[in-house]
């Protein structure tokens, strides 16, 4: 069985369904200036909501250019789990076959909501935001 989807009290219009990815930039901002030079930083999220996926992915491609896409793979061929990213919101094909999405129209991977992508931080900038 798998848990029912439920709506948060808090969240009774789109906009207050915005505010999650504006906390996600904030985390992100600060996670960006902690990482090393040469480091990887995995950015998940338990939603299928593209402000806080596919669009969070190019957000942090435009905003930081100190950090790079890494392709993230779980599985081959017929054995690949989970999907690519969704096209039309902002990542270019080869962006969207680097991250992998997992919702409820995936029937192999059956789950409510899930996103991973994978950077690496190519250098330290002075002017990180």
Avoid: W
Avoid at 22 to 33: G, L, M
Wanted: glycine share 6%; net charge negative; with cysteine.
């Amino acid at each position: 069985l798998r848990p029912k989807l439920q709506m948060d009290e808090t969240v009774q219009t789109v906009q207050d369904l915005r505010k999650y990815a504006e906390y996600q930039r904030k985390f992100i901002s600060k996670a960006v200036v902690l990482l090393k030079a040469g480091g990887i930083m995995t950015y998940s999220t338990c939603t299928f909501h593209v402000a806080e996926n596919e669009e969070m992915v190019r957000h942090i491609l435009d905003e930081y250019p100190c950090m790079s896409l890494m392709p993230i793979q779980f599985g081959d061929g017929d054995d690949m789990i989970g999907l690519p990213g969704l096209p039309g919101v902002g990542l270019t094909d080869e962006e969207r076959h680097m991250v992998r999405r997992f919702d409820p129209s995936d029937e192999k991977a059956d789950t409510m909501g899930f996103f991973v992508a994978k950077f690496r931080k190519r250098c330290n900038a002075d002017a990180e935001k």
